[in-house]
């Protein structure tokens, strides 16, 4: 019975249904359970596990195989907490974890619990076989990483980095997953991510009673002030974007293969960004700090005109960049010195990437799809990578995924009908396991 009930484990996707069965929406997160289901997993094999957290209901653990001291530590880690799914329309429920037509449906398929059981199934793979390790290998599952990562890694690392010594690099999302362009495959290895920033944007103006207008008041200002936020900030070449852009580049048919490369060009990335329409998009936030407004606070009744108006902006700067570089561009973008500007919460790190094992890791990818272009990406949005590289690890975003072409990741996660492919949670984790006998090697 113990031996049937390790087959059924060593399989990654009922590992994922499993973990999709769990609700571990956040908030408020609740991750305890399927903490727990892991650890029992881990205990199977013999497997022993640290729980630590900050709230007893959103824990962490952490999980050891030993190598064989030739190399540092490696990290594999994900989170298990999920985005809501109010207000969606489902064709099967999102907790359901059924596999239909050759997936597996449910919210966090692809953001991720497929991550978190390629990465289970590798490192229970190693410790059934034996596998020789060049050092020693952790896993890691967090709590909380879709709302901030207070309970989860900024926690762990701001009051427990003991548990990373000596940890120089390690796999993470988002990355490895494929993508068609021009009937090519290129499989994104993320290397960097955009640095997040929450802004507060306060408009006053003069309020009163709804029965006599005031013109030109904080509600005329704020008309101004997101139409100003609606346009582009200044053109940015990151290096890796450059390397990326080329690499995509070097694969196009004429005249595709000029206009991309055009990218580069600071004079004329925007025309060709309007050139390569919805394309464009997967190219526009990497090229630029990008702000969204997305909360909007007025008056609370419908007959006072507000004297106040606050606007919190969603701002992502691009690595390299700082948090004052940011500001010189956001105020002279609104270009009204009336309107307060107020930093909520910046995870700024400057770090420089380590390209030290991307090849290793792109040769991975091209003997399990002959047809796998790999290519280095930079993440538009942000993960905990954000708090780990403040210790000095480098996050490799690899869980990776071979996806049909007609399949847009990107627009899948966190969407409604999030799901993922059987056969690519295997592919998953079959890449993951022969990562952690190379990496260090």
């Known amino acids: 019975m113990e031996k049937h009930k390790q087959m059924i484990h060593e399989k990654p996707e009922v590992i994922l249904q499993n973990l999709i069965r769990f609700n571990t929406t956040n908030p408020p997160g609740h991750e305890k359970a399927c903490i727990d289901y892991i650890e029992s997993i881990l205990n199977e094999y013999g497997i022993e596990s640290t729980i630590i957290s900050l709230d007893p209901k959103r824990p962490n653990l952490i999980a050891r195989l030993k190598g064989e001291g030739n190399a540092p530590p490696l990290m594999m880690y994900?989170?298990?907490?999920?985005?809501?799914?109010?207000?969606?329309?489902?064709?099967?429920?999102?907790?359901?974890?059924?596999?239909?037509?050759?997936?597996?449906?449910?919210?966090?398929?692809?953001?991720?619990?497929?991550?978190?059981?390629?990465?289970?199934?590798?490192f229970l793979r190693a410790k059934k076989e034996e596998t020789k390790l060049p050092g020693d290998i952790l896993l890691v599952v967090l709590s909380d990483e879709e709302n901030g990562g207070n309970y989860g890694a900024k926690f762990l690392v701001e009051e427990h980095p003991e548990l990373f010594e000596g940890v120089k690099y390690a796999f993470g999302e988002f990355g490895g997953f494929s993508m068609e362009l021009d009937k090519k495959r290129f499989y994104p290895i993320m290397v960097a991510e955009k640095q997040s920033s929450w802004v507060k944007l306060t408009i006053k103006g003069q309020g009163g009673h709804g029965s006599m207008p005031v013109r030109d008041g904080a509600m005329a200002k704020l008309s101004r002030l997101l139409d100003r936020l609606n346009k582009p900030l200044p053109v940015h070449i990151n290096p890796v974007v450059r390397d990326m852009v080329k690499a995509i580049a070097k694969e196009m048919s004429l005249p595709k293969k000029i206009a991309l490369k055009q990218l580069l060009n600071p004079k004329k990335t925007e025309r060709i960004l309007k050139l390569l329409g919805p394309k464009g998009s997967l190219f526009e936030?990497?090229?630029?700090?990008?702000?969204?407004?997305?909360?909007?606070?007025?008056?609370?009744?419908?007959?006072?005109?507000?004297?106040?108006?606050?606007?919190?902006?969603?701002?992502?700067?691009?690595?390299?960049?700082?948090?004052?570089?940011?500001?010189?561009?956001?105020?002279?973008?609104?270009?009204?010195?009336?309107?307060?500007?107020?930093?909520?919460?910046?995870?700024?790190?400057?770090?420089?990437?380590?390209?030290?094992?991307?090849?290793?890791?792109?040769?991975?990818?091209?003997?399990?799809?002959?047809?796998?272009?790999?290519i280095p990406y930079v993440l538009p949005g942000v993960t905990d990578s954000r708090f780990f590289s403040s210790l000095g690890i480098q996050t490799y975003g690899f869980t990776p995924m071979n996806l049909p072409a007609d399949f847009n990741f990107t627009q899948s996660v966190h969407a409604e009908d999030e799901r993922i492919p059987v056969e690519c949670v295997s592919f998953g984790a079959n890449a993951l396991f022969k990562a952690i006998q190379r990496i260090g090697n």
């Open 78 to 122: 994900g989170h298990v907490d999920v985005v809501t799914t109010e207000n969606q329309n489902w064709t099967h429920p999102p907790f359901s974890g059924e596999i239909i037509d050759g997936y597996v449906w449910g919210r966090g398929a692809l953001d991720m619990k497929s991550g978190v059981a390629m990465m289970i199934a590798a």
């Open 285 to 374: 936030s990497l090229l630029h700090h990008t702000v969204s407004p997305t909360i909007i606070r007025a008056s609370d009744k419908i007959n006072v005109i507000p004297g106040e108006i606050t606007v919190e902006v969603d701002g992502r700067i691009l690595p390299g960049f700082t948090e004052e570089d940011f500001e010189k561009e956001l105020t002279a973008l609104i270009n009204d010195p009336s309107i307060k500007i107020e930093f909520i919460r910046s995870d700024i790190v400057k770090t420089e990437p380590d390209m030290t094992w991307f090849n290793t890791l792109g040769t991975i990818l091209k003997e399990s799809d002959k047809k796998a272009k790999p």
